[in-house]
């Protein structure tokens, strides 16, 4: 739950490039590091994922370039990439102490089913990833975009199956490439360099363009509020899809991640919801420019102890929905829209509120455009 923005190329795929606001890299003069030399096939990667906060050097100065990548090292890369949002719980695993540099990450890769233990309840922190492995998860954190087949490596048939259509989509876009003589080698061992070079190429990926917005089309807001980003990712995937404006319904008194946390009961958002008195949040703004210029509003909020977010009720009562088309949309890990959409249309009393949408954290954003696109709003 933190800001995180994928964006597609290729199929469509989505990565977090923009709204982390990371920056791609052009050939490095000097990397840095001590075992990277500036003209390496990875130094750019190496380079790329060191000054954008998503993997450090072993040391100061070395990056250990043919060290093994484990699946620590990766689930705390892919959940910086993140934005290192709150996480509900420690993962039960036997081998994952609550106190490990790497345990939110393990935990949050959990939720997020990216990667899971072994059944016997550890997680195997310190083994490898393997290049099928690496290629599965990115996958998974994509959203599992649908991808063809396109051309076979010549050992194709060593790639497992979980892991078959990964390996397509991750050709396809030009994330995970052969090693030589058309070879995958799908359960070898990835290294940092290789690892930071397929994030590299994953989280840089141009951007599609926005399309152009019909002149006789309705116009589109997209109001959200999203706690940690998950909303806002979403939220920009509709506004990508219908050229229409963003309106982030913003706190007064922003929520930390600490008031978030919703396994202490001392926290923010536990005595709001205990105390319904005390939802009544009061907003930065509460009315968008031209308000009267939209026909088509979307509302967007997380799901919160199965209701909509608190916050973005003080939008839906400030403004009157006359006249307008609304369609609501939630994230959640797990419940789904309930009678949020319909509550929310209560409180405003005016509109045509049409029934929702939920999706889950990581909803690739093909997934978003088709639901829109099924809308037929034009």
């Given at each position: 739950m933190h800001n995180l923005k994928r964006i597609g190329a290729v199929l469509a795929a989505v990565v977090l490039a923009c709204c982390l606001h990371i920056t791609a890299l052009a050939a490095v003069?000097?990397?840095?590091?001590?075992d990277v030399a500036a003209d390496a096939w990875y130094a750019d990667a190496a380079a790329y994922v060191r000054d954008n906060g998503l993997m450090n050097g072993v040391t100061?100065?070395?990056?250990?370039?043919?060290?093994?990548?484990?699946?620590?090292?990766?689930a705390q890369t892919l959940y910086r990439a993140a934005g290192s949002p709150a996480v509900p719980m420690q993962p039960e695993y036997t081998d994952v102490?609550?106190?490990?540099?790497?345990?939110?990450?393990?935990?949050?890769?959990?939720?997020?089913?990216?990667?899971?233990?072994?059944?016997?309840?550890?997680?195997?922190?310190?083994?490898?990833?393997?290049?099928?492995?690496?290629?599965?998860?990115?996958?998974?954190?994509?959203?599992?975009?649908?991808?063809?087949?396109?051309?076979?490596?010549?050992?194709?048939?060593?790639?497992?199956?979980y892991a078959a259509q990964a390996v397509d989509w991750a050709r396809a876009g030009g994330i995970v490439n052969g090693v030589g003589e058309n070879r995958f080698l799908p359960r070898s061992s990835a290294t940092r360099a290789q690892a930071a070079v397929i994030l590299h190429n994953y989280l840089t990926m141009a951007a599609p363009q926005e399309p152009e917005q019909p002149q006789d089309s309705s116009r589109v807001l997209v109001a959200y509020f999203s706690a940690t980003g998950n909303t806002e990712r979403v939220a920009n995937a509709i506004a990508e899809t219908t050229g229409g404006d963003l309106f982030e319904i913003t706190p007064a008194d922003p929520y930390t991640s600490d008031d978030l946390n919703?396994?202490?009961?001392?926290?923010?958002?536990?005595?709001?919801?205990?105390?319904?008195?005390?939802?009544?949040?009061?907003?930065?703004?509460?009315?968008?420019?031209?308000?009267?210029d939209y026909?088509?509003?979307?509302?967007?909020?997380?799901?919160?102890?199965?209701?909509?977010?608190?916050?973005?009720?003080g939008f839906v009562t400030a403004n009157d929905f006359t006249g307008k088309t609304v369609i609501p949309f939630c994230t959640s890990s797990s419940s789904g829209l309930g009678e949020s959409g319909r509550r929310l249309?209560?409180?405003?009393?005016?509109?045509?509120?049409?029934?929702?949408e939920r999706f889950r954290s990581g909803a690739a954003r093909e997934d978003v455009a088709a639901w829109v696109e099924r809308l037929d709003l034009a």
């Open positions: 003069e000097d990397t840095g590091f001590s100061a100065t070395a990056f250990a370039p043919d060290g093994i990548m484990t699946r620590a090292m990766l102490p609550a106190e490990a540099w790497y345990s939110d990450a393990v935990a949050w890769a959990t939720v997020e089913g990216l990667t899971g233990g072994y059944g016997d309840g550890r997680f195997g922190p310190g083994d490898s990833v393997s290049r099928e492995q690496i290629s599965a998860i990115l996958w998974r954190y994509a959203g599992s975009p649908a991808a063809g087949t396109g051309t076979d490596f010549a050992d194709e048939d060593d790639i497992s199956d919703w396994t202490d009961e001392n926290s923010r958002v536990v005595y709001e919801y205990e105390n319904p008195e005390a939802r009544d949040t009061e907003l930065a703004a509460c009315t968008p420019e031209n308000w009267a026909d088509v509003v979307f509302v967007g909020y997380p799901i919160w102890w199965y209701d909509a977010a608190w916050p973005v009720e249309a209560q409180l405003a009393g005016t509109g045509t509120w049409l029934e929702g």
